[in-house]
T-cell receptor, first 113, second 115 residues
Framework: GQQLNQSPQSMFIQEGEDVSMNCTSSSIFNTWLWYKQDPGEGPVLLIALYKAGELTSNGRLTAQFGITRKDSFLNISASIPSDVGIYFC?????????????FGKGTKLSVKP | EPEVTQTPSHQVTQMGQEVILRCVPISNHLYFYWYRQILGQKVEFLVSFYNNEISEKSEIFDDQFSVERPDGSNFTLKIRSTKLEDSAMYFCASRVYSGSIYEQYFGPGTRLTVT
């Protein structure tokens, strides 16, 4: 089946630093989404991307939909302690269906104050 | 802001027992989903549901699983005879009919523990 490779697996950074994580796939997706999950809670949608090459921001978050449709990155600028959590990329399958998402394995972000 | 809600938050059951997990999707949403997340692993698609029928299901969603929309607000996932490997977080998600078909909103999850 389709797989998403998300990296890095985990990050330990200092408060105030910028963060970058990415997802790649051997398959094409026509939508990329980024979710954040706090412990014991459901994924919360951060950013959705719909067009190849699209660059979208949401506050300190910026995400891009790769031109090849096979990758996406998420940047967080000036990290703060509440950014701690697991960030998942998710791809919407190309070619129809009812929109089930394929998730990456997540990037666990830890922020030292 | 409207939210997807799920009950119970934690369900403990014995192997072989039936469980029903409940979800109330966002009120104007018409597509509903169940996903599963085994502890420490990625979120996996189980099933999508629209217009009172299953639209798509994954290999995980075998004949031990069923979904139902018994009334205008609830969406349920039933596991007929639970196995140890069914222990996981189960997330319900929903989306609107128009707009992006992938912009799904997730509930807080039900932690299912099978002993």
């Amino acid at each position: 089946g389709q797989q998403l490779n998300q990296s890095p697996q985990s990050m330990f950074i200092q408060e105030g630093e910028d963060v970058s994580m990415n997802c790649t796939s051997s398959s094409i997706f026509n939508t990329w989404l980024w979710y954040k999950q706090d412990p014991g809670e459901g994924p919360v949608l951060l950013i959705a991307l719909y067009k190849a090459g699209e660059l979208t921001s949401n506050g300190r978050l910026t995400a891009q939909f790769g031109i090849t449709r096979k990758d996406s990155f998420l940047n967080i600028s000036a990290s703060i302690p509440s950014d701690v959590g697991i960030y998942f990329c998710a791809g919407g399958r190309y070619g129809g269906s009812q929109g089930n998402l394929i998730f990456g394995k997540g990037t666990k972000l830890s922020v030292k104050p | 802001e409207p939210e997807v809600t799920q009950t119970p938050s934690h369900q403990v059951t014995q192997m072989g027992q039936e469980v029903i997990l409940r979800c109330v999707p966002i009120s104007n949403h018409l597509y509903f989903y169940w996903y599963r997340q085994i502890l420490g692993q990625k979120v996996e698609f189980l099933v999508s549901f629209y217009n009172n029928e299953i639209s798509e299901k994954s290999e995980i969603f075998d004949d031990q699983f069923s979904v139902e929309r018994p009334d205008g607000s609830n969406f349920t996932l039933k596991i007929r005879s639970t196995k140890l490997e069914d222990s996981a977080m189960y997330f319900c998600a929903s989306r609107v009919y128009s707009g992006s078909i992938y912009e799904q909103y997730f509930g807080p999850g039900t932690r299912l523990t099978v002993t």
